[in-house]
């Protein structure tokens, strides 16, 4: 067995991981945690492992507050630090820019150069540096490695990464298409080839992470070549509380109304998308509000689909070929429904998903489509912490 610590540091909140890199993805992890309300009034930390949860509620003033109250109390349950034989820490990073196509050991220069990005994602670098530095002191004898969401797309060409807009303004303020979600449809993908027996250099395949966030990726013989999020993470298709692609013009309306730049901001990131349409951003609860025939459910679900399909329409002429579709994180893994109307009717382009695979229950990869569809479609459980953890150690050079 060979543990990694795996921290994914917000500005109020701390989501960490203890993983045994040598599991399956479909495995609970050994232990899972989350400190909330950092800096405010409440507090929270919630752990789990061996199949219990343990809460304590008490005011957290920073991230050290955090981590050092989530690691006493996982070390009095024995299964802390002091007890696990941890031998790095992965960091999910969220904006690497262009700098980073790949996870790196993090130094004294790479911490630098995570700061440097920080107008490119001032709500989350900032956060996870935070995240990095505080671990750092309490594990200075481990490895940290940086595991950025953005690096799987570095492959993009330049058609799928500039915007059409003035190229001087886009280079002073390095506005393009970056992609995120990286480490997910890269994990996915990677395990693709070999589920449908193709060799991964002759295979073109369109993964669909969809989870609370959302985006779907073209990737060309291992290497992305279209994505749906772009410099940000609002962009593609619609998720739990974010737009999606919207006309960009939506946002001077709404500002020459009187509506300031953080009101815009909060609404098209945390009050739109299936939340701004229905209320709810749980596909479970948005199921049964459609069982009740809610129309506003009915609405939000078919804003979804439809938005969701003309990307996987754009990226299978993008490929020219699709060889799989698969579907993947919260609502990929285990909403079936989504799944057949994203793919309903696709029989002339040889995607046929069987009515019966689909039914079956998420307990690990999958196929969903028929012996005969040309297109594989593929259900394959995301775990982005395994995969930084994994990481973390391969770089530990363990
Ligand atoms: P994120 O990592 O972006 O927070 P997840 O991949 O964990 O998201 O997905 C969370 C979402 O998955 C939930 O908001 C919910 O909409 C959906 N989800 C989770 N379980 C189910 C389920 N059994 N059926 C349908 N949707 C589900």
Redesign the pocket.
């Known amino acids: 067995m060979a543990y990694a610590l795996v921290i994914n540091s917000g500005s109020s909140s701390i989501k960490f991981q203890i993983v045994d890199t040598t599991a399956d993805a479909s495995e609970d992890p050994f232990v899972s945690g989350v400190v909330e309300q950092i800096g405010e009034d409440g507090g929270k930390l919630t752990v789990k492992t061996g199949g219990h949860k343990h809460v304590v509620q008490t005011p957290i003033a920073n991230h050290t507050e955090g981590l050092d109250l989530s690691f006493n109390l996982l070390n009095d349950l024995g299964v802390g630090p002091d007890q696990v034989d941890l031998k790095a820490v992965g960091h999910r990073v969220v904006h690497g820019g262009l700098l980073f196509s790949r996870p790196v050991v993090i130094t004294d220069e790479v911490l630098g150069m995570i700061r440097d990005l920080i107008p490119l994602a001032p709500l989350h670098n900032p956060a996870n540096i935070d995240g990095i530095e505080v671990a750092q002191k309490m594990f200075p004898e481990l490895p940290h490695i940086a595991v950025f969401d953005t690096g799987f797309f570095h492959t993009l060409p330049p058609a799928a990464a500039l915007y059409a807009i003035n190229n001087r303004v886009a280079g002073d303020y390095g506005i393009r298409r970056y992609g995120f979600h990286g480490t997910s449809h890269e994990f996915v993908s990677k395990q693709v080839p070999a589920l449908i027996g193709r060799d991964p250099k002759h295979t073109r395949q369109i993964t669909l992470h969809l989870?609370?966030?959302a985006s779907c990726a073209a990737i060309h013989n291992g290497a992305a070549i279209d994505t749906s999020m772009g410099l940000t993470p609002l962009a593609g298709l619609v998720m739990?509380t974010r737009s999606g692609d919207i006309d960009p013009g939506i946002v001077f309306h709404l500002y020459r109304q009187g509506i300031s730049i953080d009101e815009i901001d909060d609404l098209l990131n945390r009050k739109s998308g299936v939340k701004g349409l229905a209320g709810v951003?749980?596909?479970?609860v948005l199921?049964e509000m459609i069982e009740d025939d809610n129309q506003d459910a009915w609405a939000a679900y078919n804003v979804y689909i439809h938005n969701l399909r003309k990307y996987i329409g754009a990226y299978m002429l993008q490929l020219g070929r699709v060889d799989a579709i698969t579907f993947t994180?919260?609502?990929g893994e285990?909403?079936q429904d989504v799944r057949w109307d994203a793919l309903a009717g696709l029989e002339n382009f040889g995607i046929k998903v069987d009515p019966e695979k689909n039914k079956l229950p998420n307990d690990g990869p999958r196929i969903i489509s028929t012996d005969d569809s040309k297109v594989t479609v593929l259900v394959v459980p995301?775990n982005e912490e395994l995969a930084i953890a994994r990481y973390a150690v391969a770089l530990a050079g363990l």
């Open positions: 989870g609370n966030g739990g951003n749980d596909f479970r199921r994180a919260g609502v285990n909403d995301t």
